[in-house]
Each structure stands twice: as structure tokens, then as C-alpha cells.
């Protein structure tokens, strides 16, 4: 297995693209899910979308069933499973499969939901437009 610690990436959520997150002061690798870009669909949110691949600095990754599976029993656990959408159950399960392979994670995300599972996992994260919680 390659040693990927020195790999800072990002992890996009749908708000990365809605809300303009200035993604070009990153140096980080970006990632997201189909399901992320699947809900994008507002014409400034996909020219924002459109530059980061246009550009090579956006990966999008299907997390496999086994981090899947491992998201929704960690929602289940907080007892906020049903608070969360596919979406968020899939961002969180790629921030999983990523940290399993080595690299230092941080997600993008203004979902509170999402934030109290990374939180309680603890997994970095970001705020994009709101404060995020504690």
C-alpha cells in the first residue's frame, strides 16, 4: 500500500459548489461523490463545477459498500441516520475509505448533521458559508 500522509484532500459537499467556496486557494486535492455532483444543477453552481474538472483538481469517487456501510452504522449510533440524505451518508463514507488509505482528510460541508458524525468520529471539517457547530 502507498503512503499517502503527506496528501492533504478535500472532500466537497454539494454547498462546496452552491456557495461558491473559493476551491482555487486550496492546495489540496478535491474530491467528491456522483451523488454531490448529481445535485448540483443551478447554472453558476456547474460552471464552478465544470472549472474544477476542467482543471484537474477535482477527483470524483464512488465510496465502496464497506465505507458505505460503515457511514450508516455511525449515523446510526449518533441516532441521526434519517437527519442525513444519500448524499451526506456517501461524502462521510469517502472521507472514510480516504483516511483508510492514508491521507489527511478534511470535509467541506455546512450540513450540521454531517458535521456532529465527522465530529464524533473525529474527522476534520470545514464550514462553507454558515459557522458549523462547535
Same mark, same amino acid.
Given at each position: +500500500?502507498?503512503? /499517502?500522509? /503527506?496528501?492533504?484532500?478535500?472532500? *466537497?459537499?454539494?454547498? &462546496?459548489?452552491?456557495?461558491? &467556496?473559493?476551491? /482555487?486557494?486550496?492546495?489540496?486535492?478535491?474530491?467528491?461523490?456522483?451523488?454531490?455532483?448529481?445535485? @448540483?444543477?443551478? !447554472?453558476? !453552481?456547474?460552471?464552478?463545477? +465544470?472549472?474544477?474538472?476542467?482543471?484537474?483538481?477535482?477527483?470524483?469517487?464512488?465510496? !465502496?459498500?464497506?465505507?458505505?456501510?460503515?457511514? @450508516?452504522?455511525?449515523?446510526?449510533?449518533?441516532?441521526?441516520?434519517?437527519?442525513?440524505?444519500?448524499?451526506?451518508?456517501?461524502?462521510? &463514507? *469517502?472521507?472514510?475509505?480516504?483516511? !483508510?488509505?492514508?491521507?489527511?482528510?478534511?470535509?467541506? %460541508?455546512?450540513? /450540521?448533521?454531517?458535521?456532529?458524525?465527522?465530529?464524533?468520529?473525529?474527522?476534520?471539517?470545514?464550514?462553507?458559508? %454558515?459557522?458549523?457547530?462547535?
Amino acid at each position: +500500500m502507498q503512503d /499517502y500522509t /503527506y496528501r492533504k484532500v478535500l472532500i *466537497l459537499d454539494t454547498a &462546496a459548489f452552491i456557495a461558491a &467556496a473559493p476551491l /482555487y486557494l486550496y492546495d489540496k486535492l478535491l474530491y467528491t461523490t456522483p451523488s454531490v455532483i448529481n445535485e @448540483v444543477k443551478d !447554472s453558476e !453552481s456547474v460552471q464552478r463545477l +465544470m472549472l474544477a474538472q476542467a482543471v484537474d483538481r477535482l477527483i470524483i469517487e464512488e465510496p !465502496s459498500k464497506e465505507f458505505i456501510k460503515k457511514a @450508516v452504522d455511525a449515523a446510526k449510533r449518533l441516532k441521526i441516520f434519517d437527519k442525513l440524505s444519500k448524499t451526506d451518508i456517501d461524502v462521510l &463514507a *469517502l472521507a472514510l475509505q480516504l483516511l !483508510s488509505k492514508g491521507f489527511n482528510v478534511t470535509v467541506l %460541508t455546512d450540513d /450540521y448533521d454531517l458535521q456532529k458524525v465527522l465530529k464524533s468520529m473525529g474527522i476534520d471539517f470545514k464550514a462553507v458559508k %454558515t459557522i458549523g457547530i462547535k
